[in-house]
T-cell receptor, first 116, second 109 residues
Framework: NAGVMQNPRHLVRRRGQEARLRCSPM?????VYWYRQLPEEGLKFMVY????????ESGMPKERFSAEFPKEGPSILRIQQVVRGDSAAYFC??????????????FGPGTRLTVT | SQQGEEDPQALSIQEGENATMNCSYK?????LQWYRQNSGRGLVHLIL?????REKHSGRLRVTLDTSKKSSSLLITASRAADTASYFC?????????FGDGTTLTVKP
């Protein structure tokens, strides 16, 4: 059973370009979470999604950031018109669902975004 | 201060010694999890303790949870140089996890 997969592992974008980060949850997991980690800091929650639904996006910046988790395919975190401050590691996690009661989340290896 | 704060921020010990890290949080939780992160790498899940549990063990790890004080501790016994990493606690409520800024542990050989 493969773990959470993220790609690309490293992404370099120039200011103003778009960044697309992909996350494939563990098999059987229907809940996906995105977190951002700035250097020397902990992870900060961004968004929580189920298939075709955004459950909680309280951590998402109001502009330029969007996330989706379609019925088929990976979850996508999209950053439009990137700026240097978007440089960070973006981690995706998945869980089997809140019905299990544990909310245990399994993390992917992260995508390190560098904006030049 | 934020939910899930670790203390101390940095800890340096000799190989073979025990390392204790603490975590405090503010709101009610479903569970609390500890993670390890090696420099520049992803997170490794270490242990999950549910809100109705007080203590849990996994190998050289011992985690305690005191919901009345809203605090948890992670004890690593007989530390090894390979334990050098950042350690984060994360509290889970309504699905999402809230992380502290971590404790950086250095174990000197």
């Amino acid at each position: 059973n493969a773990g959470v997969m993220q790609n690309p592992r490293h992404l370099v974008r120039r200011r103003g370009q778009e960044a697309r980060l992909r996350c494939s949850p563990m098999k059987g997991h229907s809940h996906v979470y995105w977190y951002r980690q700035l250097p020397e800091e902990g992870l900060k929650f961004m968004v929580y999604l189920q298939k075709e639904n955004i459950i909680d996006e309280s951590g998402m910046p109001k502009e330029r950031f969007s996330a989706e988790f379609p019925k088929e395919g990976p979850s996508i975190l999209r950053i439009q018109q990137v700026v240097r401050g978007d440089s960070a590691a973006y981690f995706c996690a998945s869980s089997p669902g809140v019905g299990t009661g544990t909310y245990e989340q399994y993390f992917g290896p992260g995508t390190r975004l560098t904006v030049t | 201060s934020q939910q899930g704060e670790e203390d101390p921020q940095a800890l340096s010990i000799q190989e073979g010694e025990n390392a204790t890290m603490n975590c405090s949080y503010k709101t009610s939780i479903n569970n609390l999890q500890w993670y390890r992160q090696n420099s520049g790498r992803g997170l490794v899940h270490l242990i999950l303790i549910r809100s109705n549990e007080r203590e849990k063990h996994s190998g050289r790890l011992r985690v305690t949870l005191d919901t009345s004080k809203k605090s948890s501790s992670l004890l690593i016994t007989a530390s090894r140089a390979a334990d050098t990493a950042s350690y984060f606690c994360a509290t889970a409520n309504a699905g999402k996890s809230t992380f502290g800024d971590g404790t950086t542990l250095t174990v000197k050989p």
